[in-house]
């Protein structure tokens, strides 16, 4: 089947283009004939006229593809290879929530044919792939695994705003259902991967590769949080100690902060999800989460006492919050803890504005209840300032920039810390 794509007399299809899915269907569309699938018509629309709908790629990343977008299953019917890009959010009470993945799952199901191979690429716990979407699959099409059809793993490594370590630059595990398939799998993504490929011996073990990727940072960036919550007591700053502390080689540069996303806020629920169902209570994990989770209300709380010990009124204060995305240079907001902050400020009874470059305000109106803040419209009287994501746009501010926009006596909290030593005139605090 490979020659066959490589020759186009075959195609390939990739289900969900979002920020993993669309850059796949781009990398792939330049070596085989691709069918870009997405149930939102209005995405597929925008795609259609080279308009990367999550802000991410430029117009020009489309040229030189053979690529069709598409939210018609009649034209998704003519791809032998379908890979399936769909996210894998948990729901309010942290619990995985597959429906986007079995959705499309069923979606795969009513075109699958004879010789087809079907790959994930969507975090999931070990198991899900064979224990949930191939039954769904065998359902849908009256098919059957190895008699009739394939199916494979290979975990996802997009990370967004990241211009360095590209989808091409990023090292591709790979996983099978069958030795064939494997080399299948493999063949196929190293026709565009360039830094390797890596055949995981089954696609369980390739999905649990993925999921402790992000599990493993969760657990440092929670040690580093609890950390900072006791050199704050201490009265010592947290990011000088790590200075000292990263002088020696085998220290482990992690830093404290607020934990969104996609990946290192959800990854590991579906870890523990499925130890909890095969009778293991994971407290290690489970603890990282807590502390994580909590840093918003912490970040909020500590602010709320340092405006009381400057002698502040709550109900008069004002504070300004600088960045709402999940990270540093993306318009990505999903899962974004600064909404954490902004919501216990405001049940503390303060005032809060927020501003950001990247994120969309009306996405963050819809999903946050947030209004965003234009520039112009700034206050020159703010009580306090969190910096809460360190945009490159912030970081090269004038120190002068924060004493135009706050009150006499004023407080700059620096959640990252990269503002330390260069604001003088204000109240100084950092994670």
């Given at each position: 089947?490979?020659d066959q794509l490589?020759?186009?007399?075959?195609?390939?299809?990739?289900?969900?283009?979002?920020?993993?899915?669309?850059?796949?269907?781009?990398?792939?569309?330049?070596?085989?004939?691709?069918?870009?699938?997405?149930?939102?018509?209005?995405?597929?629309?925008?795609?259609?006229?080279?308009?990367?709908?999550?802000?991410?790629?430029?117009?020009?990343?489309?040229?030189?593809?053979?690529?069709?977008?598409?939210?018609?299953?009649?034209?998704?019917?003519?791809?032998?290879?379908?890979?399936?890009?769909?996210?894998?959010?948990?729901?309010?009470?942290?619990?995985?929530?597959?429906?986007?993945?079995?959705?499309?799952?069923?979606?795969?199901?009513?075109?699958?044919?004879?010789?087809?191979?079907?790959?994930?690429?969507?975090?999931?716990?070990?198991?899900?792939?064979?224990?949930?979407?191939?039954?769904?699959?065998?359902?849908?099409?009256?098919?059957?695994?190895?008699?009739?059809?394939?199916?494979?793993?290979?975990?996802?490594?997009?990370?967004?705003?990241?211009?360095?370590?590209?989808?091409?630059?990023?090292?591709?595990?790979?996983?099978?259902?069958?030795?064939?398939?494997?080399?299948?799998?493999?063949?196929?993504?190293?026709?565009?991967?360039?830094?390797?490929?890596?055949?995981?011996?089954?696609?369980?073990?390739?999905?649990?590769?993925?999921?402790?990727?992000?599990?493993?940072?969760?657990?440092?960036?929670?040690?580093?949080?609890?950390?900072?919550?006791?050199?704050?007591?201490?009265?010592?700053?947290?990011?000088?100690?790590?200075?000292?502390?990263?002088?020696?080689?085998?220290?482990?540069?992690?830093?404290?902060?607020?934990?969104?996303?996609?990946?290192?806020?959800?990854?590991?629920?579906?870890?523990?999800?499925?130890?909890?169902?095969?009778?293991?209570?994971?407290?290690?994990?489970?603890?990282?989460?807590?502390?994580?989770?909590?840093?918003?209300?912490?970040?909020?709380?500590?602010?709320?006492?340092?405006?009381?010990?400057?002698?502040?009124?709550?109900?008069?204060?004002?504070?300004?919050?600088?960045?709402?995305?999940?990270?540093?240079?993306?318009?990505?907001?999903?899962?974004?803890?600064?909404?954490?902050v902004v919501h216990?400020?405001?049940?503390?009874?303060?005032?809060?504005?927020?501003?950001?470059?990247?994120?969309?305000?009306?996405?963050?109106?819809?999903?946050?209840?947030?209004?965003?803040?234009?520039?112009?419209?700034?206050?020159?009287?703010?009580?306090?300032?969190?910096?809460?994501?360190?945009?490159?746009?912030?970081?090269?501010?004038?120190?002068?920039?924060?004493?135009?926009?706050?009150?006499?006596?004023?407080?700059?909290?620096?959640?990252?810390?990269?503002?330390?030593?260069?604001v003088p005139g204000?109240?100084?605090?950092?994670?």
């Amino acid at each position: 089947m490979l020659d066959q794509l490589g020759s186009k007399q075959k195609t390939l299809a990739v289900i969900g283009l979002g920020y993993v899915g669309l850059p796949i269907a781009l990398a792939f569309a330049r070596k085989f004939k691709v069918i870009g699938f997405d149930i939102n018509a209005e995405r597929v629309r925008m795609m259609q006229n080279n308009q990367d709908p999550s802000g991410e790629l430029e117009a020009s990343d489309f040229a030189g593809t053979d690529i069709v977008f598409t939210d018609q299953l009649s034209v998704l019917k003519e791809a032998s290879i379908y890979i399936v890009a769909v996210p894998t959010p948990i729901d309010a009470h942290t619990m995985p929530d597959l429906k986007p993945l079995l959705a499309a799952s069923r979606t795969v199901g009513q075109v699958l044919k004879k010789g087809n191979c079907v790959v994930f690429e969507s975090t999931v716990y070990p198991g899900c792939t064979e224990e949930d979407c191939l039954p769904v699959l065998e359902e849908l099409s009256g098919l059957k695994l190895h008699t009739d059809f394939s199916i494979g793993y290979s975990p996802e490594r997009i990370n967004p705003g990241d211009k360095e370590h590209t989808l091409t630059k990023i090292m591709k595990v790979v996983s099978g259902s069958s030795p064939e398939t494997l080399e299948l799998v493999a063949g196929v993504y190293g026709a565009i991967i360039e830094a390797g490929i890596y055949r995981a011996s089954s696609i369980k073990v390739a999905e649990a590769a993925k999921i402790i990727e992000n599990t493993q940072r969760d657990l440092n960036i929670a040690l580093m949080n609890e950390l900072s919550m006791i050199f704050d007591r201490m009265k010592i700053n947290t990011y000088e100690v790590l200075e000292a502390a990263g002088t020696k080689w085998n220290f482990l540069r992690f830093s404290p902060g607020l934990v969104g996303g996609h990946c290192i806020g959800v990854d590991p629920y579906y870890l523990t999800y499925k130890s909890k169902a095969l009778g293991h209570e994971p407290k290690v994990i489970l603890s990282g989460r807590a502390i994580n989770d909590g840093m918003g209300a912490h970040i909020a709380k500590r602010t709320v006492q340092k405006l009381v010990k400057m002698g502040k009124d709550l109900n008069e204060s004002r504070v300004l919050v600088m960045g709402a995305t999940f990270k540093e240079d993306v318009g990505d907001i999903r899962n974004s803890k600064v909404a954490d902050v902004v919501h216990e400020l405001e049940a503390f009874s303060l005032a809060v504005d927020v501003i950001d470059p990247y994120a969309t305000p009306a996405e963050m109106l819809h999903e946050y209840n947030i209004k965003l803040m234009s520039d112009e419209a700034l206050r020159t009287d703010y009580d306090a300032i969190i910096l809460a994501v360190a945009h490159k746009t912030y970081l090269s501010l004038p120190s002068t920039w924060f004493a135009d926009h706050t009150s006499a006596q004023a407080l700059l909290v620096d959640v990252k810390g990269v503002m330390r030593g260069k604001v003088p005139g204000l109240v100084y605090w950092s994670l």
